[in-house]
C-alpha cells in the first residue's frame, strides 16, 4: 500500500492550478534564498497639509491634556479615553487616545505618529491611532513652539453628495 499525504492549497497554488503531486516537487526546490524586502524609510507630514479621510506620518507635541476619562462601555469594562490638542509648527489638531494609549497623554511630550488617520467626527478633523498605526515617543525634538493659531480641528466639515445623471431615465407610473 502506498499514502500520500498532500497539503492544503493556497490561494496562490489553487490559481496557478497545480494539483497534488506538482505541489510536492515545488515543496522540493524551496532551498533556494528568498529574496528580502527592502523597506522604505518613512516620509513625515506636516500637519498644515492634513485632509480628512487619510492617514499619515507626523512628529507632534502635546501642548494641552483637554480630557482624560475612564468609562464603562456597554459590558461594564472600563475604558479609558484622553482627548489631547497636539501639533507641529505648521499648525495643531486633537488627538483621541485610547487604552494603552493614554499612557503618552503628557504635556510637553514629543510624540510620534504612524499611521494616524485623520478622521471626520461631528464634522471636525480629530486625530487617532488605529490598530494598524503606532505612536511612540520622540527622541528628538525637531521644534521649539507649535502654531495653535492654525487650529484644523476647528474648521467644520460638511458631507457634499454630488449628484450624478443616472444612466437611465425614471418615471413615474400612475394607476
Known sequence: FFF????????YEISLGLVGSEMCIRDRYM?????????????????????????YNTIVKIVKVESLVE??????VPMKMAICLVGDETACAKLFLKEAQTAFAKEGEYLVLRNVQ????????????????????????KFAEVNTKNNISETEYEAVHEHQPLPFSITKHIL
Open 4 to 11: 500520500f499525504f498532500f497539503k492544503q492549497k493556497t490561494a
Open 31 to 55: 532551498g533556494y534564498k528568498m529574496e528580502k524586502r527592502q523597506l522604505r524609510k518613512a516620509v513625515f507630514d506636516k500637519m498644515k497639509d492634513f485632509e480628512p479621510q487619510r492617514h
Open 71 to 76: 468609562i464603562k462601555r456597554v459590558d461594564s
Open 118 to 141: 485623520a478622521r471626520i467626527v461631528k464634522e471636525r478633523i480629530r486625530l487617532e491611532v488605529s490598530i494598524w498605526g503606532k505612536i511612540e515617543k520622540s527622541t528628538e525634538k
